[in-house]
């Protein structure tokens, strides 16, 4: 089994900063892309950011400048630093992670659960 499980969310202010976690663990081989998706009420999931493993990154134009997507390779841990936040950016986030589970094995997504953030004006 794999699990992948988010931390961080919770209600800030507009101006203010979230710092969300994700931790990957259980039967992992080895994790290619990760990313951090969001869903706001009544909206589709839509990606805002991803890392590779190597390190390369892309954003969402309405992130960009604001958000900074890292990852701890050793830790299977992805981060998603959100700085500047608006209320336009309330949703619920969900870490994504494409990965092998062993050798031999193909690639596979896996979602964690969602953490709630909430931007107040």
């Known amino acids: 089994q794999v699990q992948l499980v988010e931390s961080g969310g919770g209600l800030v202010q507009a101006g203010g900063s979230l710092r969300l976690s994700c931790a990957a663990s259980?039967?992992?081989?080895?994790?290619?892309?990760m990313g951090w998706y969001r869903q706001a009420p009544g909206k589709q999931r839509e990606l805002v950011a991803a890392?590779?493993?190597?390190?390369?990154?892309n954003y969402a134009d309405s992130v960009k400048g604001r958000y900074t997507i890292s990852r701890d390779n050793a830790k299977n841990t992805l981060y998603l630093q959100m700085n500047s936040l608006k209320p336009e950016d309330t949703a619920v986030y969900y870490c994504n992670a494409n990965l092998v589970r062993w050798v031999g094995a193909g690639l596979t997504d896996y979602w964690g659960q969602g953490t709630q953030v909430t931007v107040s004006s």
């Open positions: 259980g039967s992992i081989f080895a994790i290619n892309a």
């Open positions: 890392i590779t493993s190597g390190g390369s990154t």
